[in-house]
């Protein structure tokens, strides 16, 4: 029986300003050697992202398909697509459900370029697909010109050296995630560098993964982060005007300022492009940000029940000076003890952190490694920076969380945690 032919495609798409003018590139890569066999790029107009990746995997793979002339044969050819797009690749794989319209018919058109058991998608950081990226942003750029990609005037390949056997390609597994991580690769550069004091102390002196080293050392680098873009909800009725609205009173829905806060973030996050999964609290302002969000980027919400606001008793639905006048002494206790508990039975901050950081541990040790937006509320959001931060609960009340503002922390697998955003609202003005 003859062996059949085997070829690498790696695919990529952008659009600039999602959707804005976008373009894709796919190369046909030779695996033994190493050798470009083929390369595709082309200007599409205005586009999204998604729309983009999924483009070029299809020019990727009708590529691929002209190079066997048996190809469509059961057996002639077996293709491995490698994608820094976590959407196209769990999609294409089936494990991932299609909904959206614009997905669903270049997904169709690109699983009948060849049999379905001659190609497997694997997932690769970005860092490991710049031919491609360089194929699609000079497409993009020839689009600017007004004029199309043309292969003569082509850079990508000369960038992009190839290794010359298999074994410097081998299957990419695990989770994507921020493959730019400042201080992962920080620390790794110290503890590689002679005589740079802690840094170079012998790996025995390293902490153990139950005592979390600080600072500066010679924790290993463990990989990418699980980080949290923290998403607080956009405005309800009740926002403006500074009253309690926690998970024990009406539940109410995003006002129209509210609705278009969560369209203006949706469109700075699909422009950055980074998010691979959305988490939501169950109530409905933050499942209504969340659902913006996630019609903008192509994805599906998941729900989890950790990420509610604070139970805020009976003061939910007062403003401070209301519940000041009325419960003046409980009020009192709970600024100054974080086990003191609202009027009427709501929840204490001790009780919201526990609750919280049970969340936390659960989510990073799900999204190792993947960049997660988890839109919640001031009080889940304030305790997962203060508890990264390693601050007392008094850090609580001197932190401005604004209403559909953006946080950022990573959890590193050694235990360490970075807040790298707070309270961003660039995207609002």
């Not at 196209?88 to 669903?104: A, C, L, N, T």
């Not at 960038?159 to 597994?173: G, I, K, W």
Request: hydrophobic share 40%; aromatic share 4%; net charge neutral.
């Amino acid at each position: 029986m003859t062996q059949p032919r085997e070829l690498v495609v790696e695919a990529d798409g952008g659009s600039r300003g999602n959707p804005g003018p976008a373009g894709y590139g796919a190369v046909v890569i030779d695996p033994v050697t190493g050798e470009t066999l083929a390369e595709a790029a082309e200007y599409i107009g205005v586009a999204t992202n998604n729309v983009a990746e999924y483009k070029g995997l299809i020019a990727g793979l009708k590529a691929a398909k002209a190079l066997v002339p048996d190809a469509s044969a059961d057996g002639a050819l077996r293709v491995r697509v490698r994608m820094d797009s976590k959407l196209v690749v769990e999609q294409m794989s089936g494990r991932w459900k299609i909904k959206h319209p614009d997905m669903k018919p270049l997904a169709a058109q690109a699983a009948r370029i060849l049999p379905a058991s001659a190609v497997t998608y694997e997932w690769i950081p970005r860092e490991q697909n710049k031919h491609a990226d360089r194929l699609a942003n000079e497409a993009m750029d020839a689009g600017k010109r007004g004029k199309q990609w043309e292969p003569s005037s082509s850079t990508a390949a000369l960038d992009t050296p190839r290794p010359s056997t298999t074994a410097v390609l081998p299957p990419v597994s695990g989770p994507p995630g921020d493959a730019a991580a400042g201080a992962a690769r920080a620390r790794a550069a110290l503890s590689s560098r002679p005589g740079a004091g802690p840094a170079a102390e012998p790996a025995a002196a390293a902490a153990s993964p139950s005592a979390p080293q600080l600072g500066w050392g010679a924790t290993p680098d463990l990989g990418a982060p699980a980080t949290f873009v923290l998403l607080r909800h956009g405005e309800t009725a009740l926002t403006p005007e500074k009253r309690f609205s926690g998970s024990g009173g009406s539940d109410p829905e995003l006002s129209a300022a509210g609705r278009h806060q969560a369209e203006l973030v949706a469109r700075s996050l699909a422009a950055r492009g980074t998010i691979e999964e959305i988490v939501s609290s169950p109530l409905r302002r933050c499942r209504e940000t969340a659902a913006a969000v996630a019609s903008r980027l192509g994805l599906e919400v998941r729900i989890e029940e950790g990420l509610r606001e604070t139970d805020f008793g009976a003061w939910e639905g007062l403003t401070f000076a209301e519940v000041r006048e009325r419960h003046g002494a409980d009020l009192d206790a709970w600024l100054g003890s974080a086990k003191a508990a609202p009027t009427g039975g709501g929840e204490s901050f001790a009780e919201v952190t526990r609750r919280v950081a049970a969340t936390r541990d659960r989510l990073t040790a799900r999204y190792a490694g993947r960049t997660v937006l988890l839109v919640t509320h001031v009080t889940p959001i304030k305790t997962l920076v203060r508890l990264a931060l390693g601050a007392p609960p008094e850090a609580m009340f001197r932190m401005e969380l604004s209403a559909a503002s953006v946080s950022a922390v990573a959890y590193y697998a050694d235990g360490n945690m970075s807040l790298r955003l707070l309270n961003d609202t660039s995207h609002l003005r």
